[in-house]
């Protein structure tokens, strides 16, 4: 199983970044997917999921309405679209197999908020 993350980085408040993780080594289209965060010395947040059978997602209230999860079975690519960024989304975010954030999961990405 190997989970890539890319797509983070320094953006400004209000600002939006598309997070991307490319998925290999099990048949992606049968997972739950699902993104976390982790800020600097906080613990590990969840973010969303997104079901394996429809399509269907959730998310955490800190992010419902600003975040979007989708997913891409043709390319084994989950995505997660930040807008109206804050400075507390600023952590590493995790790209996950399974939901809730449980699971195995990627090296991370840095997303930054910061004017």
């Known amino acids: 199983v190997q989970l890539v993350e890319s797509g983070g980085g320094l953006a400004q408040p209000g600002g939006s970044l598309r997070l991307s993780c490319a998925a290999s080594?099990?048949?992606?289209?049968?997972?739950?997917m699902s993104w976390a965060r982790q800020a600097p010395g906080k613990g590990l947040e969840w973010v969303a999921d997104?079901?394996?059978?429809?399509?269907?997602?959730r998310y955490a209230d800190s992010v419902k309405g600003r975040f979007t999860i989708s997913r891409d079975n043709a390319k084994n690519t989950v995505y997660l679209q930040i807008n109206i960024l804050k400075p507390e989304d600023t952590a590493l975010y995790y790209c996950?197999?399974?939901?809730?954030?449980?699971?195995?999961r990627g090296q991370g990405t840095q997303v930054t908020v910061s004017s």
């Open positions: 080594g099990f048949t992606f289209s049968s997972y739950t």
């Open positions: 996950v197999r399974g939901s809730g954030g449980w699971g195995t």
């Open positions: 997104i079901y394996a059978t429809n399509s269907n997602t």
